[in-house]
Each structure stands twice: as structure tokens, then as C-alpha cells.
């Protein structure tokens, strides 16, 4: 066998970009094997079929949300203001340059449409991010106003990085932050 032009990173971020355009239903094993530039059959090589692709992407996702976002919410230890200024700037690079960010939300919009084990993985994903925020919340507020605003900045980053893609403008996530920062300032 020959040896491979792209590494299976690269293989799984062209891929994910293809996710993120057509959505679950609209990718097939041809778009993905053509958007990565590779034949069916070496497409198929690797990948049996498209969920287990899909799964390794969303683990591949789920690590880099680990290490970009998930981690530096429970290790923070400068002022909580420093601490999710920084862990936000991480946010938005993950989101805007990285090939994975968005498509955590994207295919959860698919839900009816999602094998089983799919939709668990995503469930864990945001499950574990609003747990992150959680636990840096309660560093500064009660466990009960940490939980509730778990929630709030969760839905809102997922809105925001919505609204983002859709209208090319980043501000929505600078909304998210200076929202947050003042729940910080208060407690």
C-alpha cells in the first residue's frame, strides 16, 4: 500500500468540515471520501462506514475541548476574571479557527436522525462543559447560582457560536464573556 499524502487528523478535520456542511443526513461516504480527497475504496479502508468516522471526529473534538476549554475552567488559578478571560480566548479559537468547533452543535440539531451512540457522545460533551463551568462557578458563588449559570452560559455560548457562523461576526461571543465577567464581578 502506498503511503498516505495526509495524516488521519487531517483526514478527520476535512471530514468534519464536511459534517458541518451537509449534516449527518446529507454526507454519504462519497462526499466525505471526495472531500478528503481520497477514493471510495480508500475511504473505506480506514473507516468502515460513516458513524464510526463520525465517532472518532467526536472524540478527537471531545479530547481538544479537554484540553482547550474543559481543563482550564477547573485549573484557573488567577483572579475568576483573568481565569475566563483567558479560558474565552481559548473558546474562540477553538470555535473560529479550528476545523472541529461548531459541529458538536450542528449535529445535535439531527437528533431524530443520530444512531444512539452518536447522540451520547454528545450529550457527554455538553454535559462535560457545563460541568467545567460548574466547577470554575463554584469557586466564587453558591453551588446553586453556579449550576443555574452553568446553564445559562452553556445555551448562550452554543447560541452565540451559532449566530457567529451564521453572520461572520465574532462579537456574540465577546456578548457571552462581558455577561459572564459581570456575573463574576457580582458575586
Keep these: 500500500m502506498r503511503p ?6 487531517h483526514l478527520l478535520l476535512q471530514s468534519a468540515h464536511a459534517f458541518k456542511r451537509y449534516g449527518y443526513m446529507g454526507c454519504s461516504m462519497g462526499k466525505l471520501a471526495e ?15 460513516k458513524d464510526a468516522l463520525l465517532m472518532e471526529i467526536l ?7 479537554q484540553h482547550s476549554i474543559f481543563q482550564q475552567l477547573q485549573q484557573s488559578t488567577t483572579s475568576p476574571q483573568q481565569a475566563f478571560s483567558h479560558i474565552h480566548q481559548q473558546a474562540i479559537q477553538f470555535f473560529s479557527q479550528g476545523g472541529l468547533g ?7 440539531m439531527e437528533r431524530q436522525h443520530l444512531p444512539t451512540e452518536i447522540f451520547a457522545k454528545l450529550q457527554s460533551i455538553f454535559h462535560e462543559w457545563q460541568l467545567a463551568f460548574e466547577v470554575f462557578f463554584q469557586r466564587y458563588m ?5 449550576t ?23 462579537s456574540y461571543l465577546d456578548l457571552v464573556r462581558d455577561r459572564i465577567l459581570l456575573q463574576l464581578a457580582e458575586s
Design 102 to 108: 461548531c459541529l458538536v452543535g450542528i449535529l445535535s
Design 35 to 49: 472531500a478528503c480527497g481520497l477514493s471510495k475504496a480508500a475511504f473505506y479502508y480506514d473507516y468502515p462506514n
Design 4 to 9: 498516505r499524502k495526509n495524516t488521519s487528523e
Design 148 to 170: 443555574q449559570l452553568a446553564k445559562i452560559s452553556l445555551a448562550d455560548y452554543e447560541g452565540a457560536i451559532l449566530m457567529a457562523r451564521m453572520s461572520d461576526d465574532l
Design 142 to 146: 453558591t453551588i446553586e447560582h453556579a
Design 59 to 65: 472524540n478527537l473534538t471531545h479530547v481538544k475541548l
